[in-house]
């Protein structure tokens, strides 16, 4: 897996409930999010057409302003125009100058341009191609108004508030300023009509914004009941299997839900009934065989006491405590892994000290659990138990140290011995097998162990330490909530 994508991986919930609602939010957001801009996108364009169809009839207004005052004789446009400021309520502010008045330009945006294309088309088509013109938008601050280059703020309200501000909004203001004849410059100074006066795109509106977060909450809350209400059968049939697993009586599952989670739970009931059966002939097997192998051992032991001859007597004798040996060690590794206990939780601090009492002065104990561990309590020393006697044999020291967290009880057994050599680490789990110059015992000790931790999940591995001596550690998972 490349390692650009670990650390998203970790981000996405393991519990089946969790990567349902994410995967539902994922959903949800990118379903909203393209519809939204989907509509966005028919909005934008809609409200496009509509801004250009303000524009023109602005630019229809300019124009017919335009012609009224180039209509009048040259001595009327003054007071004509001074009696329209006094009169107020017009849509354009309008002045007489001597030349274009230079003020600071707002920045053109797509919108602006537009209506700028807009409103020039319809005036040098109602004015003629060849008028001379200027259009620009205008921050109301920036706004010249007369030849004195006067601002807004500095004119009776009455004259130009009315046509040129939305407080508090302040939109641009569209300044065009066309010849009209000689010097003369006809200023015409105008807001667009709502809803256009800001030329800003508009994005989602707040009913928008809160129909999605709604319409989400209500979608995650029935998928989460939903899964919630699926997963039960799941939850139950990991617990069940799980204390099968360590040998508990397990009842059989109720195979309900889903018809998926159904047909597992049958066959899960199936599988337990053949195991529970396996198990039964195996012990009935085992039983047998001890009752069985015991007695013509017992004959053959007799018979050989009774030759003459002692060397043939003796080799008689090893073969049958060889075989012996295999019998008992045999029965001794089915007694071990075939405990059946009830699952509980065990205080492992307290079987560490119990176990290293006895030898203080040969184990020495580090670290703590942080919680109990459920499983089965005998198993669980004997397992601990054959480790420590294992070091204390063999490396006649052991040095324990705990790891435990959330997810697993690491347990290192280290001891001062010779360790096991490479590659025959991993011979030592085999029944029977003895390094070379250890006679003692079955051979048993760490396979045993091993299968005790397999039953409850976890695993013992082997390492030889680089200062001399091996490290067994027993990984304990713990079970998730």
């Not at 709604?214 to 617990?239: D, E, N, Y």
């Amino acid at each position: 897996m490349p390692e650009r994508l670990r650390p998203a991986l970790r981000l996405v919930p393991r519990s089946l409930l969790g990567r349902m609602l994410f995967l539902t939010l994922l959903v949800v957001l990118v379903a909203q999010a393209l519809s939204s801009f989907i509509w966005l996108s028919q909005l934008r364009a809609s409200q496009l057409d509509g801004l250009l169809t303000s524009a023109r009839s602005l630019g229809q207004s300019m124009a017919a302003s335009v012609s009224y005052i180039r209509s009048l004789p040259l001595g009327y446009r003054p007071m004509v125009l001074d009696q329209l400021r006094s009169m107020g309520g017009t849509r354009f502010f309008v002045s007489l100058n001597d030349k274009p008045l230079d003020m600071r330009v707002l920045p053109e945006t797509p919108r602006k341009r537009a209506v700028l294309e807009e409103v020039e088309q319809v005036l040098r088509e109602r004015l003629g191609k060849d008028v001379e013109m200027s259009l620009h938008f205008v921050g109301p601050d920036d706004l010249r108004l007369f030849n004195g280059g006067l601002k807004l703020d500095e004119l009776p309200r009455s004259w130009a508030h009315y046509a040129l501000t939305l407080e508090p909004l302040n939109p641009p203001v569209l300044v065009t300023q066309i010849r009209i004849g000689g010097d003369e410059w006809l200023y015409l100074a105008s807001l667009l009509p709502e809803p256009y006066a800001g030329l800003e795109d508009q994005g989602l509106a707040d009913q928008q914004l809160w129909f999605i977060l709604i319409t989400g909450a209500f979608l995650l809350l029935f998928i989460g009941l939903l899964v919630h209400w699926q997963s039960r059968p799941l939850k139950r049939l990991a617990r069940a299997a799980r204390e099968m697993s360590l040998g508990a009586e397990v009842e059989p599952l109720p195979e309900a839900g889903g018809s998926e989670v159904a047909d597992v739970s049958r066959a899960f009931n199936s599988m337990r009934e053949r195991i529970s059966r396996y198990l039964n002939e195996r012990s009935q097997l085992f039983s047998a065989i001890s009752h069985d192998l015991r007695t013509p051992i017992t004959r053959l032991r007799l018979r050989v006491e009774l030759l003459e001859d002692e060397a043939l007597q003796a080799k008689f004798s090893r073969d049958l405590d060889e075989l012996e040996l295999l019998v008992k060690g045999a029965l001794q590794c089915v007694k071990d892994t075939d405990i059946h206990e009830n699952i509980e939780p065990v205080d492992l601090d307290h079987l560490l000290q119990v176990l290293a009492e006895p030898y203080r002065d040969k184990v020495t104990l580090e670290g703590r659990a942080l919680a109990p561990y459920p499983g089965k309590p005998l198993a669980l020393r004997r397992c601990i138990g054959n480790l420590v006697d294992n070091a204390l044999k063999y490396g006649e020291r052991a040095h324990l140290r705990i790891e435990d967290s959330a997810e697993a009880f690491v347990l290192h057994v280290d001891d001062e011995g010779p360790g096991v050599p490479e590659q025959k680490l991993g011979q030592v789990f085999e029944p029977h097998f003895r390094l070379a110059g250890h006679k003692q015992g079955y051979g048993l000790g760490l396979g045993i162990a091993r299968n005790l931790a397999h039953s409850h999940g976890g695993e013992v591995s082997l390492r030889n330490l680089h200062a001399g001596g091996l490290r067994v550690t027993l990984t304990l998972p713990r079970p998730a909530d």
